[in-house]
Structures are given as C-alpha cells and as structure tokens.
C-alpha cells in the first residue's frame, strides 16, 4: 500500500485563503482561462495514463480496462463537453418576451460563486473528483479538492501532478484524514459538492449549514432491480453481473438486490451461472478481470454481511479479509429482514429477492429509502411504465446497469436519502453558476406604462394593472392556451394589421402614400 502525505493542518486556512485572493483578482473571469484549466484537467490525464492505472491498481486491485472505462472516458467526455459548450452556457439568457417588460432588457447571467469545496469517494476517485473540477473551471469557480485518504497512490499522484498542470492558487488538493477534513469544513466556502455515503453526507451538511453554504450531495443507496419473466434472461443476466461485480461492486449506480417472481427466479439463476463461468472461466480469484476492496475494514463489514445472511448462496461465496477480496457472489431466497438488505453492501454481493409479482415488487421499493437508481428488465413499456411511475429514485433505467452516469448530457444525482443536486455536464455548470438578474428600465417606460405606481395613487389604478399583470387560466384547467393578456395584444395586432390591408386598399390612401 502507497504512502499518502497529509497536508499540514495549519496550512489548510492559508490554502483557503490564497484561493479565495486568487479569484477575488478576476482571472477566472477569462473564458480562455477557463478553456485553458479544462485543457490541462485532460491532459494531466492524458499524460499520465499509465501512472494513475497503476496507482488504481494499487488502490483498488482494479483492471486497467475498467480504470480506462469508468474513469478516463467520463472525464475526456467531460473536459470536451465543456469546452465546447462554455460560451454558450455563460451567454446571458433573456426572459421570455413580453410586451409589458421588454424594454427592460429583463436576463439572467450566470456568474461563479467563488471558491468551491470538491469532497470525493475512494470508489471512482478520478471520474468523482475531476469531472465536477472540470464543471466548477467552466463556471468560473476557483476549487479545493479533497480526495478520499483510502486510495493513497492515487490520492498523492494528484497532489503532485495538479499544481503541474492547473493554477497553482485557484485549484489545490488537500490530502489527509478526518481531522484534516474537520478543518476544512470549519471553512466558509461558496459551495461543496460530497459524494460518498449519507452519514458522512449528513456531518457535511450540517458544517455547510454554519455559513448557509450551498451543498450537492451524491449518497447512492440500495438500488433495487425489477425483473420481468418476460425478460431475454440471458442479456438481463450478463448485464446484472457486469454491473454488480464491475470494480468490486464498488459503484454508487450498483444493482443491490433483486427483486424477481418467485417461480421465475430458477431460470434467473441458471442464466446467472452461465453468465458467471463465462466471466470467470479460471475462477474469480485468479482472474485479471476482477477488482479488490479498498480496505480490510471494507472487506471484514461485507464478509459479516455475508456471514449473517439466510439466504442460500449459489454463486461465489469465497472472502479472504486479508487481501482484500471478496468472492463476486450471488444469493438466492433473500428475505426482507435479511443482512443484506439492512444496509448498502458496496461490494460484490448480489441478492436475490422472490416476489410473487410486479405489484409486490413495488411495494418493496416504495417502503424503502428512494435510491439512486431503480432498474427494470423488461421489453414490456407497460411494465417498465408501471415500475417507474410507482417509484421514486435519482434514475430510471431499463435493460442496462450503471452505465447512465457516463451519457454526455445526462445528469447523476439521487432524490432525498441519496442525495441532492446533480454533477456531470451542464447541469453541474449551474451547481457551481449564481444565476444574477439583470435589468434596466429606462426613463420613458414610466410616462407609457409604469408612472400610476408613485403616489398620490389613483382611482383608476386597477385598468392600468389590468395591462400588466396576467390573465387568470380558466376554473378547473379547461379551456384554450393564451391567455387574456396575449388574447388581448393578438386582437390589437390583428386590428392593425385589417387597417394597413384596407389602407392600401384606398385609392385616396394610395395617393397619400405616394405623396
């Protein structure tokens, strides 16, 4: 295991500080500043390729092919989508257009917060850190970044390389512990983004609510998979174990159990099997295709997970605490009350859960926390609509595991318990945006239309608001779709419109015209 240097405690306000100097000097103001920092983000990466797929290997026993996969080509996505967006992101975004507010220009301009405050797990350590980096440099923020103390070859390759690449004053990383991380939080900052597990999410938020500090929380959860008998089983199977045993299992977006009609779980488990020797044809063990627990503490909480449970286990089953390996398993005729659904597993354990249907099936979910994600089998749109529109969770997604998260343009964020607010894209753009209003009313506007609001008030006030405000929509939502006040200016538009046709009409109009 590598050896990570912490950041002195004392040094972290003198870092805070020096950022918050930095961005208070205006460079971020610069779109190709910003364009420049998201270049070097990738080409840190770039660069050093090699380096940080040993560094994860170290860390987390993980295959490069995965580290390429779920950590390169999210955060290349990222650093392109970016780049290419940004002018168009920080445009300033006019109002709908009304007649009555027009001539004030009304607009929203998105400008930085300040200095932000990045907080990232040990599972994803790349992805999780640099992608919201990358997002917080478009929108003009100067960022601290902390990654998670568990993956030290990582976590101290990046406190070398960042100052190499990036501004050595707006974007830092600090590196330690909990009271390295205590000292940061004692900080006012202008947001924090924490991705991790709720505990840890819920000391965050309580930290940034001392200076009403704005927070994105990312907690995962037990996300639930709903199987269809319907299904092509041997695709819902080759998909479940991708998605439960990729990095160890170790992944936010990870199926956590199973729920499938009872009389339909012998062909799920058969297909399972088959799926499982295909992956591991020597073995899981030996296997270069499979990944570690980050830590023996990880390893002994799964391993009791697996020891309490009552379940039967068809597939794996296998732990060794000591090198941090964890069977991928498999385990049928799980019971509500069972140890492995008492709390999330983040590890390679994949329970399954017999329902007599789809309806018993809901019902489980919804007297659960909302998840990160619910996942439906099925080819059914009846089906999948039934599931989904009877649940809650931060994605929906049918047919496919995990995989949502690294869809340029879509979002990832949780709902309630598993967190809120997004990153990835544009979307993490407008975490780390203040969205400013702008206006400006210029002096005639109140000899035309605004002049009856100053004092000494009077009686005819109400036609002079009837001109402004908006027309109630009709008693029970029935009705057409403009409303009064559009209804009234098509008519007056329309008006003007009848006399310039019949004024041309006119001889006598004519001769005046050509006059």
């Given at each position: 295991m590598a050896t990570l240097?912490?950041?002195?405690?004392?040094?972290?306000?003198?870092?805070?500080?020096?950022?918050?100097?930095?961005?208070?000097?205006?460079?971020?103001?610069?779109?190709?500043?910003?364009?420049?920092?998201?270049?070097?983000?990738?080409?840190?990466?770039?660069?050093?390729?090699?380096?940080?797929?040993?560094?994860?290997?170290?860390?987390?026993?993980?295959?490069?092919?995965e580290t390429e996969l779920f950590d390169f080509g999210p955060v290349f996505g990222e650093v392109r989508m970016a780049y290419d967006n940004i002018e168009q992101w920080t445009k300033p975004e006019s109002t709908k257009f009304s007649i009555n507010w027009a001539p004030m220009r009304p607009k929203v301009v998105p400008e930085p917060k300040g200095v932000v405050l990045l907080i990232s797990p040990f599972n994803f350590p790349m992805f999780l850190l640099l992608s919201p980096l990358v997002s917080a440099i478009a929108a003009g923020n100067g960022a601290i970044m902390k990654p998670s103390e568990q993956t030290p070859a990582f976590s101290q390759l990046l406190a070398e390389l960042v100052p190499k690449y990036l501004d050595k004053e707006l974007y830092v990383v600090i590196n330690g512990g909990v009271p390295e991380t205590t000292k940061i939080l004692e900080l006012q900052w202008d947001?924090?983004?924490?991705?991790?597990?709720?505990?840890?999410?819920?000391?965050?938020?309580?930290?940034?609510?001392?200076?009403?500090?704005?927070?994105?929380?990312?907690?995962?959860?037990?996300?639930?998979?709903?199987?269809?008998?319907?299904?092509?089983?041997?695709?819902?199977?080759?998909?479940?174990?991708?998605?439960?045993?990729?990095?160890?299992?170790?992944?936010?977006?990870?199926?956590?159990?199973?729920?499938?009609p009872a009389h339909f779980q012998d062909t799920?488990?058969?297909?399972?099997k088959e799926a499982y020797a295909s992956f591991y044809p020597d073995g899981p063990e030996k296997s270069?295709?499979?990944?570690?627990?980050?830590?023996?503490?990880?390893?002994?909480?799964?391993?009791?997970?697996?020891?309490?449970?009552?379940?039967?286990?068809?597939?794996?089953?296998?732990?060794?605490v000591e090198n941090r390996y964890i069977a991928p398993t498999v385990v049928r005729d799980v019971k509500a009350d069972d140890s492995l659904l008492r709390e999330e597993i983040f590890g390679p354990v994949l329970p399954i859960v017999p329902v007599k249907d789809v309806d018993e099936a809901i019902a489980f979910i919804r007297g659960r926390e909302y998840p990160l994600a619910v996942y439906v089998f099925s080819h059914d749109p009846e089906f999948e609509?039934?599931?989904?529109?009877?649940?809650?969770?931060?994605?929906?997604?049918?047919?496919?595991?995990?995989?949502?998260?690294?869809?340029?343009?879509?979002?990832?964020?949780?709902?309630?318990?598993?967190?809120?607010?997004?990153?990835?894209?544009?979307?993490?753009?407008?975490?780390?945006?203040?969205?400013?209003?702008?206006?400006n009313n210029p002096t005639w506007v109140d000899k035309v239309a605004f002049g009856f609001r100053y004092p000494p008030y009077k009686p005819d006030y109400k036609k002079r608001l009837r001109s402004i405000n908006a027309a109630l929509p009709?008693?029970?939502?029935?009705?057409?779709?403009?409303?009064?006040?559009?209804?009234?200016?098509?008519?007056?538009?329309?008006?003007?419109?009848?006399?310039?046709?019949?004024?041309?009409?006119?001889p006598r109009m004519q001769m005046l015209l050509k006059a």
């Open positions: 240097t912490y950041t002195a405690i004392d040094e972290i306000p003198k870092i805070h500080a020096t950022a918050r100097e930095a961005f208070a000097s205006g460079r971020t103001q610069s779109l190709q500043f910003r364009k420049a920092q998201i270049t070097q983000v990738a080409y840190m990466v770039k660069d050093n390729e090699q380096r940080f797929k040993d560094a994860l290997k170290s860390d987390l026993g993980r295959p490069y092919q947001h924090i983004l924490y991705t991790g597990n709720g505990r840890v999410g819920k000391i965050i938020a309580a930290a940034a609510a001392k200076h009403l500090t704005p927070v994105t929380l990312e907690l995962g959860g037990k996300n639930p998979v709903v199987i269809d008998p319907k299904v092509d089983v041997k695709m819902c199977a080759k998909r479940l174990l991708w998605g439960r045993f990729s990095n160890a299992g170790q992944i936010c977006l990870s199926p956590e159990y199973v729920l499938c799920l488990v058969a297909a399972l270069d295709s499979f990944a570690r627990i980050v830590t023996r503490t990880h390893a002994e909480r799964i391993k009791r997970l697996l020891d309490e449970t009552k379940g039967t286990v068809i597939l794996g089953g296998g732990t060794d609509k039934k599931v989904f529109r009877n649940t809650k969770s931060g994605a929906a997604v049918t047919n496919e595991t995990v995989i949502s998260a690294g869809v340029p343009g879509l979002p990832v964020g949780g709902i309630g318990p598993s967190g809120y607010g997004y990153y990835t894209g544009k979307h993490c753009f407008e975490q780390f945006s203040h969205f400013r209003v702008s206006l009709p008693r029970g939502g029935k009705g057409g779709m403009l409303s009064g006040t559009v209804k009234r200016w098509a008519f007056w538009v329309f008006f003007a419109l009848v006399g310039v046709v019949l004024a041309r009409r006119s």
